[in-house]
């Protein structure tokens, strides 16, 4: 199946070899772009350097890529990053980590438990809110730092579905940023349960509805297309 995934302009990772191996074809649609804020990474660097946290935690790839390369001269909390991809962006820059069991930021403080009370944590992330992430650091006596390194930023172009079977919608504001033309002929997908209430509440239910992480879609598209052949 051809599926178009909505991706960061420039940031398509390789997901083409991923696809392949579950037996499907694909290309990136570009509903947002990113934006850095130099001062904001410098600020984050900065209390690095001064031991200012306890643990980082990236909750996804783009910032573990920009952010990577700059930590190998200091000494370093406990690093968290929220799925695979992640993790091998920081381990390829030297970054040694842990890796949630799940692919969303509601399982951080679990995985932290008590260990997170009177912890400060700082969080390199894009500017779109998480307050959900943040309420439950404070709930179990932490506090957080957030460094909001760069912006997404919707490129406002309809996104280029002729050749689709499919559309993977990779986060909740990649799916409200689209710009496209719906087919009843396409799959909808979405990369898990909480870009599929946003979609759900926008009156369009996905078909297909992931664990969060590519792989996991993929073999969730796979079931599907298997019960309706």
Not at 73 to 99: D, F, H, N, W
Not at 104 to 132: C, H, M, Q
Not at 170 to 189: C, G, L, N, P, Q
Request: overall charge negative.
């Amino acid at each position: 199946m051809k599926i178009a995934i909505t991706r960061l302009r420039g940031k398509e990772l390789d997901d083409q070899q991923r696809c392949a191996r579950r037996g499907h074809d694909c290309y990136s649609v570009t509903p947002l772009t990113g934006e850095f804020n130099q001062d904001q990474i410098e600020l984050f660097i900065e209390q690095v350097r001064e031991e200012r946290f306890d643990c980082i935690f990236f909750t996804s790839a783009l910032p573990a890529h920009k952010i990577g390369p700059l930590l190998g001269q200091y000494t370093l909390p406990r690093v968290i990053a929220i799925g695979p991809q992640t993790a091998k962006a920081l381990r390829e820059s030297g970054v040694p980590c842990e890796v949630l069991s799940e692919y969303y930021s509601r399982a951080f403080v679990p995985y932290l438990g008590e260990w997170i009370s009177g912890k400060t944590i700082g969080i390199p992330r894009s500017d779109a809110p998480n307050p959900g992430l943040l309420n439950a650091i404070t709930e179990a006596g932490g506090t957080h730092l957030e460094f909001t390194i760069y912006s997404l930023i919707p490129t406002y172009e309809e996104l280029n579905l002729d050749n689709a079977e499919a559309v993977l919608f990779t986060s909740a504001f990649s799916f409200k940023s689209a710009i496209w033309k719906r087919r009843e002929d396409i799959v909808i997908i979405a990369i898990g349960d909480v870009t599929a209430s946003v979609m759900e509440e926008a009156g369009l239910p996905p078909d297909v509805v992931g664990d969060g992480s590519l792989e996991g879609t993929l073999d969730e598209l796979n079931m599907f297309l298997l019960m309706n052949p």
